[in-house]
């Protein structure tokens, strides 16, 4: 039943149940025995239940591990589908056999277990002397992802009708690029469906910590405990919908991942030291000196200076997106000028540095001067790529060099990037565009929910006021006893800490939307949490106009 959960995991199942079942099972039964044995008497009580949970998660955690495991590989091969089709495709463009293509494939680690699973594929073959379609069917029944079961289905019974191998992956562009379409948009509609869910709760949210502020009039009951609780569920609520929402979200990153250091690398990586210093000597100066500022302009001004790392992170963002919306125009032009010159790269490449590709021009210009050094081409390649910033760029930019390093017609590898890079850039813009409505959704959420809670605590200062030093009904003296040890700032600043904690969440959330760096966060963060301040004390002034 289990089969593929153990495959994927590289072991029996006689293997999981004596090195990783066995153990746990035993410590979770063990645990709890020991406990009762040596201290009883602490073993009564809400402890008793915690304990006699022990045993439970221990075994769930034995039965859902492989489960969990065979989800995290099915995940990391359809990611990175949409790649590996494109650079089955340009290497097919070489007329270099299926075996040999299966080889190059399985010896990029940027796959992750989707080379694995070619390796696989290559040493039934290699070694065991397995046929191409043997091989592959061997594999499809074993692999977790049926998107890459299917594939090897297809690609065996290719193998055995005789089809040309270029004439199955050009069809195969189509299918895999329909079926990466497919779960792209359905991610993105689960991410409407979720933001739904976190509008509605966060409502929700809002009456229960308002019920917080106003219950102790009612009932006497200590102010600052069912605060602290209410901040806790709250934020907590908060980070669970979060987390869903990034789970949710595609696997798709903006930047690039290679460690290679740009110059917009370290104008970021520089200015975060900075953005935290100058918080820290913000603080320590609003600490000493402003005690006429509200506490929560004070909060608001301290964290400001984050917003420079947040400035530059997202100045760089956006000049990522605009050269990857250039680079299908370039890799076409490459591609059929080299082939026009048969197949030269670097006579071509001279030509197209005197074209427009807007933003990407000036790193067109330098890859030309890198490759005309003929030190290394994948290096050239390499840095053109981290010079950009784009992840996508990195990815695809590196399938065309090795497509034409192996003898691949240059203009069909052209065709071939070209297509399947505005492809994805078309699903992009989608997701931007989600982000973007998100955007205005969070800011709105939070003015209002800024303004409810610090207009709720007003209303409780206000009432506060009024009945202190009054002779007041025995039923109401709960007010005046509240008046004498409750500290209305204090219950501001545990308010303006919550504000903090969901500007902090919503940032994070707005970033695992759109796929961005998580130093772009911090203009949101700022950015919530100085309309947070700005909604607590227009409310403050809107109480005191009632009075």
Same mark, same amino acid.
């Given at each position: 039943m289990l089969d593929k959960e153990f495959n994927c995991m590289d072991m029996t199942k006689e293997q999981y149940i004596l090195k990783f079942a066995l153990p746990i099972a035993s410590m979770g039964i063990i645990f709890p025995l020991i406990m009762l044995l040596i201290v009883?008497?602490?073993?009564s009580g809400i402890f008793l239940y915690v304990l006699l949970l022990v045993p439970v998660l221990c075994i769930g955690l034995v039965i859902?591990?492989?489960?969990?495991?065979?989800?995290?590989?099915?995940?990391?091969?359809?990611? !990175?589908?949409?790649?590996?089709?494109?650079?089955? $495709?340009?290497?097919?463009?070489?007329?270099?056999?299926?075996?040999?293509?299966?080889?190059?494939?399985?010896?990029?680690?940027?796959? $992750?277990?989707?080379?694995?699973?070619n390796k696989k594929v290559y040493s039934l073959m290699n070694?065991? #002397?397995?046929?191409?379609a043997q091989a592959c069917r061997f594999i499809a029944k074993r692999t977790p992802s049926p998107i890459f079961a299917d594939f090897l289905d297809r690609l065996a019974h290719s193998a055995e009708a005789g089809e040309p191998f270029e004439q199955f992956v050009w069809t195969e562009q189509k299918v895999v690029m329909n079926e990466f379409d497919t779960m792209y948009k359905k991610s993105l509609s689960e991410i409407q469906t979720t933001?739904?869910?976190f509008v509605a709760m966060m409502t929700a949210l809002i009456f229960l910590t308002s019920i917080s502020l106003v219950m102790p009039i009612i009932t006497g009951m200590e102010p600052y405990v069912l605060m602290a609780g209410s901040i806790v569920t709250f934020l907590?609520?908060?980070?669970?919908?979060?987390?869903?929402?990034?789970?949710?979200?595609?696997?798709?990153?903006?930047?690039?991942?290679?460690?290679?250091?740009?110059?917009?690398?370290?104008?970021?990586?520089?200015?975060?030291?900075?953005?935290?210093? $100058?918080?820290?000597?913000?603080?320590i100066i609003l600490l000493l000196f402003g005690?006429?500022?509200?506490?929560?302009?004070?909060?608001?001004?301290?964290?400001?200076?984050?917003?420079?790392? %947040?400035?530059?992170?997202?100045?760089?963002?956006?000049?990522?997106?605009?050269?990857?919306? !250039?680079?299908?125009?370039?890799?076409?032009?490459?591609?059929?000028?080299?082939?026009a010159r048969g197949g030269i790269i670097r006579e071509s490449l001279r030509n197209l540095t005197y074209h427009d590709f807007g933003p990407l021009t000036s790193d067109v210009t330098d890859l030309y001067k890198r490759l005309e050094t003929r030190i290394n081409k994948y290096m050239s390649w390499n840095y053109f790529a981290a010079n950009t910033g784009s992840n996508l760029i990195e990815r695809f930019a590196m399938i065309f060099a090795e497509g034409i390093d192996k003898g691949g017609k240059p203009e069909v590898i052209g065709e071939i990037i070209g297509d399947n890079f505005m492809r994805i850039i078309s699903l992009r813009k989608l997701r931007y565009s989600l982000a973007q409505s998100l955007v205005g959704e969070v800011y709105g959420l939070t003015g209002g929910i800024a303004f409810t809670m610090f207009l709720t605590l007003g209303i409780v200062k206000m009432l506060i006021d009024i009945f202190t030093g009054m !002779?007041?009904?025995?039923?109401?003296?709960s007010i005046v006893s509240l008046g004498n040890v409750v500290d209305i700032n204090l219950l501001a600043l545990f308010l303006m800490t919550m504000m903090v904690g969901h500007s902090l969440l919503?940032?994070?959330?707005?970033?695992?939307?759109? %796929?961005?760096?998580?130093? #772009?966060?911090?203009?949101?963060?700022?950015g919530n949490v100085w309309l947070s301040a700005f909604a607590a004390e227009i409310s403050f002034m809107a109480v005191v106009k009632l009075v």
């Open positions: 009883p008497n602490l073993v859902f591990y492989p489960i969990s495991v065979m989800g995290g590989k099915k995940a990391e091969i359809e990611i !990175n589908m949409h790649y590996y089709i494109t650079h089955m $495709g340009v290497l097919a463009a070489s007329n270099m056999a299926r075996r040999e293509v299966i080889r190059l494939l399985s010896m990029h680690e940027a796959y $992750g277990y989707l080379a694995t699973e070694d065991w #002397n397995l046929s191409l933001k739904e869910i907590g609520a908060e980070g669970i919908l979060v987390y869903v929402m990034k789970s949710k979200a595609p696997k798709d990153k903006i930047w690039h991942s290679l460690n290679i250091e740009t110059e917009a690398d370290r104008v970021i990586r520089m200015s975060f030291p900075i953005s935290i210093i $100058g918080s820290t000597i913000l603080s005690g006429a500022i509200p506490v929560t302009i004070m909060i608001a001004i301290a964290l400001s200076p984050l917003a420079i790392t %947040g400035y530059y992170a997202r100045k760089e963002e956006e000049l990522i997106k605009r050269k990857d919306d !250039n680079f299908s125009q370039f890799v076409r032009a490459l591609g059929s000028t080299a082939g !002779n007041v009904p025995a039923g109401m003296a919503c940032a994070l959330m707005i970033r695992a939307v759109d %796929g961005g760096s998580v130093f #772009n966060s911090y203009i949101h963060f700022v």
